[in-house]
């Protein structure tokens, strides 16, 4: 490299530079003033180089803050105080000239990689407002550099696996896909909206229509969802993929490919091999209470509903009950206890939280007068024993139970500290339903629309639609839905009947969903895909714990971009181009 600003950068440089003259530029990271001495650390994407300030450089030197970039000329030294812990450390830059490039306030929002810098102390507003300087600091910075070297990966990835990558437009139908769109008014069409595209379904679905084998593409999603911490509101990216004539099988061999490469190319926890296990989704909510589980967790939830059928503890009488069996649990103190009953009640929605400790003297504390001989039977058989403690959660509904029990079974796992450390646990949900009941007690989809429902019509014209399994599955790790897909629903009159369930008409579907409907009528290869979330492979991978620190400019909590002002206001000129007008509230 050689330009009027550097002909290094500033990580490149070791003891072999020793005696050469050169040039680096970058920000100045630390100013220390030794009286006789000065010396600044200049810091680049690459690292750090330390610079001596000689007589030539010193007047320029007063004129430094940190923060400021600017470019030093000078010789390279070897140090005489090594600083063995960065790859710089046995050498320093005494400079002889130094140019200002780009001047910097003095007082800063917040301290930016100094000894100083603290970044889960400052707001994460300020930090979202001054993004620019946020993404300065070292950790965060090296996070999206890593983004970029994985979605390279990935790339690189699907093209060995023979995917072909294909663009689909951002400005796209309305489509029931799970989520509110995001609309887009149209100032040629008045009246008429786009909307942004909840993700390629119906193109991609398309491409196998058109011929292509297997596509794929790092796509653009938009859903106007709240937002949550393992969730950017708004926006975030997929690799999408779709394969002509493939199997549920097939589809699964790709997924293990891509997630078994990728998280062993970019980390150093152990990671499953593949084939990753399958869980039933039914078996996934009986035994986790959650569709997504962290099988790094080796707490179970087991039903004890036919142990207390006989039971006189009248919150338990007819009621659903699930219990997790916490192995030498017995060893906690009152204050545990009384601490995850609290959480039940707060955060999980329970009306309380039941749980008894299995002593030597026989059971001991919360619910022990009603653990009769032949309830202690009942729990021995599902695996407790003297020394572990018992968790009861007691619901009218079944669903409720598994809901709670799965919240309570996390908590639990954290607050013991039993999560496998290091380590990524793969696993299939397999055999979701196709539909569910919403509260108004109509029937909905419970997941892809364009599932292909398992029994194909047969199953949709006989079976009731709430036990009607799909060929729909999810990837998980860790606690975290990491991809979602399924085998489509190809044939037009398996459409029209699935969507007819949901109590949409032939002719809807023909309205909303007209380019599938249209094209299935064409000869449609049998066709199965998935997408795995990249935001969230790239979240596990650095182990942030929150989406907004692998993304370059982030939404805050409520959806807002606080470094653009985005949403605003805009002109009613603007307004009157795309045939709006709002109506404003009475104040």
């Known amino acids: 490299m050689n330009n009027q ?45 330390q610079i001596v300030i000689n007589e030539n450089a010193k007047e320029m030197a007063n004129e430094l803050v940190t923060e400021c970039v600017i470019s030093v000329e000078g010789k390279v030294l070897e140090r005489v105080n090594k600083n063995l812990k960065i790859p710089t450390g046995e050498i320093e830059v005494e400079a002889s000239s130094i140019t200002m490039l780009g001047k910097c306030k003095n007082v800063l929002p917040f301290e930016v990689n100094s000894d100083k810098a603290d970044i889960s102390q400052v707001k994460e507003d300020l930090r979202l407002q001054y993004r620019f300087l946020d993404l300065r600091n070292d950790k965060i910075h090296k996070n999206i550099l890593l983004r970029s070297k994985i979605l390279k990966f990935l ?13 689909t437009p951002i400005l796209a139908n309305s489509s029931p896909e799970g989520a509110r769109d995001f609309l887009v008014p149209s100032r040629l069409h008045p009246g008429e909206f786009y909307a942004l595209p909840q993700a390629p379904q119906q193109f991609k679905q398309l491409l196998m229509v058109s011929g292509f084998n297997k596509y794929f593409q790092l796509a653009p999603c938009f859903r106007d969802e709240d937002p949550r911490a393992d969730r950017a509101p708004g926006e975030f990216y997929q690799l999408d993929f779709e394969m002509s004539f493939a199997t549920q099988e097939e589809v699964f061999e790709v997924l293990e490919e891509i997630f078994t490469s990728t998280f062993k190319k970019f980390t150093t926890w152990k990671v499953d091999e593949a084939p990753f296990i399958r869980i039933p989704y039914k078996e996934a909510m009986e035994k986790y209470g959650i569709d997504k589980p962290d099988l790094r967790n080796p707490l179970i939830i087991q039903d004890a509903t036919e142990v207390f059928k006989n039971t006189e503890f009248s919150i338990f009488q007819g009621k659903v009950i699930k219990t997790i069996i916490v192995p030498n649990g017995a060893e906690q103190g009152r204050k545990f206890f009384d601490g995850m009953d609290e959480f039940a009640k707060e955060e999980a929605g329970a009306k309380g939280l039941a749980w008894v400790k299995l002593e030597q003297e026989g059971p001991v504390g919360g619910i022990a007068k009603f653990i009769t001989e032949e309830v202690k039977k009942g729990l021995e058989a599902l695996g407790a024993k003297t020394g572990d403690s018992l968790f009861f959660v007691a619901e009218e509904k079944l669903e409720n139970a598994q809901k709670i029990a799965g919240l309570v079974r ?26 569910e009941e919403a509260e108004d007690g109509k029937i909905d989809f419970n997941h892809n629309p364009f599932s292909m429902p398992q029994g194909g019509m047969e199953a949709l014209n006989i079976k009731n639609p709430l036990e009607i399994l799909a060929y729909q599955y999810d990837v998980v790790c860790n606690g975290f839905e990491m991809a979602s897909g399924a085998v489509r629903n190809h044939d037009p009159e398996l459409m029209v009947k699935a969507f007819e369930i949901a109590g949409y008409s032939e002719k809807e579907v023909e309205n909303r969903f007209g380019a599938l409907y249209n094209a299935f009528q064409y000869g449609t290869p049998p066709h199965a895909g998935a997408a795995p979330g990249v935001d969230r492979m790239i979240m596990l991978i650095t182990n942030e714990d929150n989406l907004r620190e692998i993304i370059a400019f982030p939404k805050n909590k409520k959806a807002r971009d606080v470094l653009m002002n985005a949403p605003s206001r805009v002109t009613k000129e603007q307004l009157d181009e795309v045939h709006i007008k709002l109506i404003e509230e009475n104040k």
Request: glycine residues 8%; aromatic residues 12%; charged residues 30%.
């Open 155 to 167: 790339r690189d990835k699907m093209d060995e696996l023979g995917f072909t990558e294909v663009q």
């Open 410 to 435: 996390i908590e639990l796992g954290k607050r013991l500290d039993l999560i496998e450390k290091d380590a990524y646990r793969f696993c299939f949900i397999v055999d979701f339903p196709m539909y």
């Open 5 to 49: 600003y550097r002909n290094y950068m500033c990580g490149e440089l070791n003891i072999k530079n020793v005696g050469e003259t050169v040039k680096l530029a970058g920000w100045v990271q630390r100013i220390r003033n030794l009286g006789a001495m000065q010396f600044i650390d200049l810091r680049d994407e690459t690292g750090i180089t």
